[in-house]
């Protein structure tokens, strides 16, 4: 069965970090992109940040531009979202997702402008909340 799983979400202040894990299964890592994408109340999922699987290549979104980093770990099939300078506008539910990279060719600046519904695979998401 394949399985995404986002864990490392919880309660920071204004300013924080917080860095987010996704546990990857049941499919071939270096085939797929792994792409963050975050709900807020009340809103639409938006892409956060894309990583590609075979060569690490990564793109950030407007919504976080600057301000995170997605790193991978093949190896261990997981994915990280490290989140600085986080504002209270950054609280939502952070989702974890593949799409097979060759529908986006390779891109991951693609990827990350990818709609949610669109992506192959879609795991259950880890909540962060901002304070101000």
């Known amino acids: 069965d394949v399985q995404l799983q986002a864990s490392g979400g919880g309660l920071v202040q204004a300013g924080g970090s917080l860095r987010l894990s996704c546990a990857t299964s049941g499919f071939t890592f270096e085939d797929y992109q792994i792409a963050w994408f975050r709900q807020a109340p009340g809103k639409e999922q938006e892409g956060v940040a894309c990583?590609?699987?075979?060569?690490?290549?990564?793109y950030d979104a407007d919504s976080m531009k600057g301000r995170v980093t997605i790193s991978s770990d093949s190896a261990k099939k997981m994915v990280y979202l490290e989140m600085n300078n986080l504002k209270p506008e950054d609280t939502a539910v952070y989702y974890c997702?593949?799409?097979?990279?060759?529908?986006?060719?390779?891109?991951?600046?693609?990827?990350?402008?990818?709609?949610?519904?669109?992506?192959?695979?879609r795991g259950k998401g880890t909540l962060v909340t901002v304070s101000s």
């Open positions: 990583i590609t699987g075979n060569d690490g290549t990564w």
């Open positions: 997702a593949a799409v097979l990279s060759s529908r986006t060719y390779y891109s991951a600046q693609f990827c990350v402008a990818w709609p949610y519904a669109g992506m192959d695979y």
